[in-house]
């Protein structure tokens, strides 16, 4: 087994690819319109299947947002440089929601982004990561 995506209920389709791609620097992989069935689907990532995880962003026609509940907790993305990333971020018109710093009781640079609909983004500096 191995991990493919993560779906993720959107309020606004093309504003949510503009945030993952334009702000977050990923790729817009692929997209399905489905107006039958009254949804629209965009795969975006820094990669795709079968190399990397992706996240499919899921329109469902006439809903505007959702409720998040509390069971959701946060994608995480790896980068090089956290407070470069917050910086780059934030330069996009992204919002940066807990400032890098280390995380508490360790030694972990971090930081969390919330995309247009208020999902968190936990990055996590791994010195090795590109980009």
Not at 6 to 33: A, N, P, W
Request: aromatic content about 10%.
């Amino acid at each position: 087994m191995r991990f493919l995506h993560t779906m993720l209920r959107v309020g606004d389709l093309q504003r949510s690819i503009d945030f993952y791609t334009r702000v977050l620097g990923m790729k817009l992989l692929r997209t399905t319109e489905r107006p039958e069935q009254k949804y629209s689907l965009a795969f975006v990532g820094y990669g795709s299947n079968p190399e990397q995880a992706e996240i499919e962003l899921t329109y469902n026609h006439g809903v505007a947002s959702y409720e998040l509940g509390t069971a959701y907790g946060h994608v995480a993305l790896g980068v090089a440089d956290v407070y470069a990333a917050c910086d780059k971020i934030r330069a996009g018109g992204g919002n940066v929601t807990r400032e890098p710093g280390p995380v508490k009781g360790g030694d972990t640079v971090i930081a969390f982004v919330t995309d247009p609909d208020g999902y968190k983004i936990e990055l996590i500096e791994r010195k090795g990561e590109a980009g």
